[in-house]
Nanobody
Framework: QVQVVESGGGLVEPGGSLNLSCSAS????????MGWFRRAPGKEREIAAA?????????YLADSVKGRFTISRDNTKSTMYLTMNDLKTEDTGVYYC??????????????????????WGQGTQVTVSS
C-alpha cells in the first residue's frame, strides 16, 4: 500500500501564504488520485482540494478555498502540492494528504469523500494567527 507524507505546515499571519507538499512512496504515483483534507479544531474532517490521476484541469476545490488555494501534482517527483494564498484564521487546522489507486480508463475521476481514499498521511499543522 502506498505511503504518503505531508510537509510544509507552519504558523502564518492572516493574508499570508504556505505551500504544502505530499510525497508518495513506490513507483505507481501516476496511478494515484489524491486529495487534501483538513480538520479544524472541534470540527469534522472536510475536503479542501482533490486532483485526478491525470491532473491537468481535473481538480476539485471546496467553495471555502476557491480563488485562494491551488492543487497540483508533479509525477516526476511523486509529489502533490497545495499552494495556499490569502490565508484566513478559519484555515487553521491539521491538513492531511490522501491517496488511492484509480483504475479508470480516462484517469479523470476526482474523488472527494474520505471513504474513497485508502492511504493517509499523519497530517501537518497549519496555524493562521496574528
Amino acid at each position: 500500500q502506498v505511503q504518503v507524507v505531508e510537509s510544509g505546515g507552519g504558523l502564518v499571519e492572516p493574508g499570508g501564504s504556505l505551500n504544502l507538499s505530499c510525497s508518495a512512496s513506490g513507483r505507481d504515483f501516476v496511478l494515484l488520485a489524491m486529495g487534501w483534507f483538513r480538520r479544524a479544531p472541534g470540527k469534522e474532517r472536510e475536503i479542501a482540494a482533490a486532483i485526478s490521476r491525470s491532473g491537468r484541469s481535473n481538480v476539485y476545490l471546496a467553495d471555502s478555498v476557491k480563488g485562494r488555494f491551488t492543487i497540483s501534482r508533479d509525477n516526476t517527483k511523486s509529489t502533490m502540492y497545495l499552494t495556499m494564498n490569502d490565508l484566513k484564521t478559519e484555515d487553521t487546522g491539521v491538513y492531511y494528504c490522501a491517496a488511492r489507486r484509480d483504475w479508470s480508463a480516462s484517469g479523470s475521476t476526482v474523488y472527494t469523500h474520505p471513504g474513497d481514499f485508502t492511504s493517509w498521511g499523519q497530517g501537518t499543522q497549519v496555524t493562521v494567527s496574528s
